[in-house]
């Protein structure tokens, strides 16, 4: 069973007048007047669809950013681009930041229009698809702040975790938790910035320590580049995998590169594998998984 992690794609399209909150007009400044909008381009996020299609994973789980803005246009571009994916393969995808950018676009749960079918949310508020003996488990810790792109896992959400990690059903099954917001950094401490990081992530600690059934490895994204860290449990370790950009612009001498991962729960270990974007298209890492530290 083979899974690809996309995450961080960042579709972008300007925003109208009519659509320039105040968070926007920040956002617009970096994004088109600072110039953020090139980190990411079209070509690279093309390229990654036919990737994907072509390793035809048994799934794929997308850990959010799929915007810039939360835009409808934005979404509508996401949808787009990524149909040739839905279309093939079992999907789950849960929000990042950018999905929900202004409270409005919370408020509306607008990447539900166009993207709810894919969210897993129809038994709960944890997202969850089922593939043969694999789960995907998906939280939402996102919530709009006007500079801060932090986030906090609900307690419906940890305590929906914990039932579904419970349930005698889950003995036996291979899971991957994703989550947007990192909860532990490249160095393995937890990642609780103010500004940018998982401001509990010791309560997510804290149910997956109390749970019977753990996951076979968390997946992430929010940082942009990529690194393999692991959390720390009372009994366990549990691998923490961020794949990474999946959308950025080649820029060798920015070191950056776009990179997704591929994970194979076929046998006993977690099987880990990177791609990255050199340029012309999507390549196995140089060295394996991790190794070029981009
Ligand atoms: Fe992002
Ligand atoms: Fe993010």
Redesign the pocket.
């Known amino acids: 069973m083979r899974i690809a992690h996309l995450t961080?794609i960042?579709w972008q399209v300007p925003p109208t007048l009519s659509e320039l909150s105040p968070k926007r007009v920040l956002g617009s400044v970096n994004l088109y007047v600072v110039g953020r909008h090139s980190h990411f381009t079209e070509a690279v996020q093309t390229s990654l669809v036919e990737h994907v299609v072509a390793l035809a994973p048994d799934a794929v789980f997308i850990t959010g950013?799929l915007t810039a803005q939360s835009l409808s246009s934005e979404f509508a571009k996401a949808r787009e681009a990524l149909q040739p994916i839905l279309d093939a393969f079992p999907t789950l995808i849960i929000p990042?930041n950018?999905d929900v950018y202004t409270q409005g676009a919370q408020r509306s749960q607008r990447i539900r229009e166009l993207f709810g079918e894919w969210m897993g949310l129809s038994e709960g508020p944890v997202g969850r698809l089922d593939i043969g003996n694999v789960t995907l488990l998906g939280l939402d810790p996102n919530r709009p702040h006007l500079i801060h792109a932090s986030g906090v896992v609900p307690n419906d959400q940890l305590a929906g975790l914990a039932a579904i990690l419970a349930d005698p059903s889950m003995q036996g099954r291979r899971i991957l938790l994703g989550i947007h917001h990192p909860p532990v950094d490249r160095h393995g401490e937890l990642y609780t910035r103010t500004h940018h990081g998982l401001i509990n992530a010791q309560d997510l600690v804290d149910t997956l320590d109390a749970a019977p059934v753990r996951p076979d490895a968390i997946l992430s994204?929010?940082v942009?580049h990529g690194f393999r860290s692991e959390m720390v449990l009372s009994d366990a370790k549990i691998p923490v995998l961020d794949c990474g950009?999946s959308g950025y612009a080649w820029l060798p001498e920015q070191k950056r590169a776009a990179a997704m991962g591929l994970y194979d729960l076929s046998g006993q270990d977690l099987g880990v594998s990177r791609y990255l974007h050199d340029g012309t298209g999507f390549a196995p890492e140089p060295g394996g998984a991790f190794a070029t530290g981009r």
Request: proline share 0%; glycine share 22%.
């Open positions: 961080d960042h950013d990042g950018h994204g929010h942009h950009s």
